[in-house]
């Protein structure tokens, strides 16, 4: 095992493992060893999931510490078809270690293991955004949940980043989340502009929910809802089963809505984690459930989606934004006319807010744990 910079530790490159989803895996050196000629951190580990790849992959690992110091490892992906060429302008992979781990991939073409590791992240007015697609999140996700890992991850929009720069607690416990995901356009936009991220499109927190219970039915992991009232959390898992009619739903239960006691807290995760599920989805709203999936890490111990509005939106409770109001950063005048009573004061103090602390991040960068200003 090697320690990594955040406390978590990870497992050493060439372990054997299950496989991640087609195409994806992405070997990297241990975090706090800087990509060659990059000088930031790496993102994780990973290892190939035969003994001919593991092996492989050991070896690359070992010719680049031999023929590079440990300051300037250099870091690889190994992703199909598009997937490496992104990488590669991504990541400014060295032309030998792509050319190397091209060499491997012909001796042993069968896809490899992504271990659960963090993408890259960037402050937005002080709260650490991951710079993520879909398809990385989702491949992630679904490596920690195949090896029943503690993994936490949040789709962050305006209210959420606002919420994490004004309260310490929450931003303590967002700052040790694996993933955070750009989940409105306004904080994607931000990622680009400052940071020069390159985001396509945000991850949506209600998208990725669809997105991994489609990986989910596919790969055989149990998903378990947790949140909301009972109502809606049994529609959503009607609606998830009917939408993906292999997905395993292991278990649906609303929220208390109040803190739980040590003793409810126990007996929960015994229920999550008796019930075989992989994943596990919990819809209690920002900033609560950030807070209740970073108290619970290790006591329910898989992999926490906090995706909040999803439970509704999917359970057809409550009506989503158009499409293009969504692509166009109006998602929140839309739910505003859905809900003003709830929504007006949020809206007119955390977008005020947020746009100010935008202009003041132009004038001086903020930095935050782990994260590059």
Known sequence: MTARDDGVSSTAIGEAGQPCPKGWGTPHPPRGISRMGMGRPAAGLAT??????????GAVWRRLRTEHSVESAPGAGQLSNGGMQRFRARHDTPAEVTQMLDEQRALDPRPALVLPSRPD????VGAPISVTDYDEAVAC???AARRNAPYLVTALAV????????KPELRRAIEEFDIVTPDGQPVRLALNWFHRAGLADRVYGPTLTLRLCEGAAREGVPVYFYGSTAEVVASLAAAMQRQYPDLRVAGAEPSFFRPLSAEESGELGERIRASGAGLVFIGLGCPRQELFAWQHREIIGRPMICVGAAFDFHAGTKRQAPVWMQDHALEWLFRLSQEPRRLFRRYAITNTIFVWA???QWAGNHTVKGVRP
């Open 121 to 124: 992240r960037r402050s937005v």
């Open 48 to 57: 190939m999931a035969t003994p001919l790849g593991g092996a492989a992959a």
């Open 358 to 360: 935008l202009v003041r």
């Open 141 to 143: 996700i679904l490596a």
């Open 159 to 166: 209210h959420g980043v606002v919420e994490t720069r004004s």
